[in-house]
Every structure is written in C-alpha cells, then in structure tokens.
C-alpha cells in the first residue's frame, strides 16, 4: 500500500510492493496558473499577434474562416513551446476572447475564427 507524504506541494509515494530499484517516486504538485493577462497586454504582444495572423491567413477559408483546430495546430509548427496556459489562460479559445480581435462562430461542434477589420 503506498505511503503518502504531503509537505509544500511535493508528495512522495512509497510503494513496498515496487522494484527493489525504485521503491518511491517524487510528484510536484500542480503549480498555479499565471494570472491572466489584460486584453491591452494580449494586444501589444507582436509576437503572439503574428502567431494567430499568420495562421488564421493559411487556415483560412475564401471567406477569411478559418477552423480554431487548424490555427491551432499551425500555431504549434510555427511555435511548438507556444501555450496559452502562458498567458494566463486554459484554453486557446479564451485566450483568443480576451484579446479581443478575431470574430468567433460557432458552426456544429467546431468554432471558427475571422481576423477583426482594424479600427482606426
């Protein structure tokens, strides 16, 4: 039966019944995540602004949809470390509802996004 200690986050198992080599492990508790970055942030952020043009412009249908799937995964070519967990959010689609600058449609099960025009 494993043996469990708590002490700031970190746990370790103890497993009697484990190889001889390894009868305990080490686990991290899950750390909290970043606070949420403001939408004016997000904004000025030209880095990850280039990231969604880029790839909502090759996802994107004749009508300038494109499927939050498909950026995603171009997103991730482009950028593998990219995640929004780094900017303070769990899902791609709340980081793209707090920057605030693409049209999103719901279409069945999938959600589409369209680049905002510019306001001047």
């Known amino acids: 039966m494993p043996l469990e200690l708590r002490e700031s986050g970190v746990y370790a198992e103890f497993d009697v019944h484990a190889r001889q080599s390894a009868p305990f492990s080490l686990r991290y508790g899950e750390e909290p995540p970043p606070p949420a970055r403001y939408d004016q942030a997000l904004r000025q ?5 280039n990231l969604f043009r880029s790839a909502i412009d090759s996802a994107s249908d004749e009508n ?3 499927n939050l799937g498909t950026v ?11 995640d929004p967990r780094n900017y303070g959010y769990r899902k791609l689609l709340d980081l793209v509802n707090a920057m605030d600058l693409f049209k999103t449609e719901r279409r069945e099960h999938e959600v589409f996004l369209k680049l905002e025009p510019r306001k001047r």
Do not use: H, S, V
């Not at 952020?45 to 602004?49: G, K, P």
């Not at 995603?72 to 990219?82: L, R």
């Open 45 to 49: 952020d030209t880095r990850l602004l």
């Open 64 to 66: 300038g949809w494109a």
């Open 72 to 82: 995603a995964n171009t997103i991730n070519k482009q950028a593998p470390d990219f």
